[in-house]
């Protein structure tokens, strides 16, 4: 196993023995700086490229951004990141794993957890920007219930399907179609956008 898919973690009682979630906290910056190695091939969407040089400042500026950030932890192994932003009723998630643990069901397992936290907190649906050539990100949401939208938009989310889950029963296919539009709206002052379309 590479260096980077075996980063320890320090302990927390959070921690179990299925892949789980651990609340980011500054003194993850070394953890994440050695995972972030593996990040090369990754490109993010939404929020800023983590710097493996400078890791402490990303760590602050997530903890800082209103987002729920996490490590994503196995056995006191860090797999990767993932964070929940609320806007406006609606949960929109980010999710990144190293490579070495990719198409091991890893991912299937933080959506879950992250739409339990969604419900949890009485929100109304979630949005994904998922990139076209993503098919892995696709599959791993598409298990987990969510569907993709027809819905496009500008950059950075171009090259982006959104993707999106009811977590009302009665949300008609209409309903997620305006829940992506307030996810974008909202989300445009905040990623310095100055334009938004209609759904």
């Known amino acids: 196993m590479s260096e980077t898919a075996s980063a320890r973690v320090p302990p927390s009682p959070h921690t179990h023995d299925l ?13 994440l700086a050695r995972l972030l190695v593996d990040a090369g091939d990754v490109r993010w969407t939404g929020i800023a490229l983590p ?3 400078c890791p402490d400042r990303w760590v602050h500026d997530r903890l800082h951004g209103g987002a729920d950030c996490y490590l994503v932890v196995h056995r006191g192994q860090a797999l990767g990141y993932a964070q929940l932003r609320q806007v406006e009723g609606i949960g929109c998630p980010v999710i990144w794993l190293t490579s070495a ?12 957890a992250l739409m339990h ?11 994904a920007a998922i990139r076209q050539d993503n098919r892995a990100s696709q599959g791993a949401f598409r298990r987990c219930g969510w569907i993709e939208t027809g819905w496009q938009a500008r950059v950075p989310y171009a090259d982006c399907g959104f ?9 008609s296919g209409h309903g997620l179609e305006l ?3 307030r996810f ?11 334009e938004t379309v209609e759904p």
């Open 179 to 181: 829940a992506v539009a």
């Open 101 to 112: 643990q990719r198409h091991r069901g890893y991912g299937v397992r933080v959506i879950r």
């Open 163 to 171: 993707w999106a889950l009811s977590l009302e029963p009665a949300a």
């Open 51 to 53: 710097d493996s040089r």
């Open 184 to 194: 974008y709206r909202a989300s445009a002052p905040l990623l310095t956008l100055y």
């Open 19 to 31: 892949a789980c979630l651990e609340p980011l906290r500054m003194d993850h910056a070394t953890v």
């Open 117 to 127: 936290q969604s419900q949890c907190a009485g929100l109304q649906a979630m949005v």
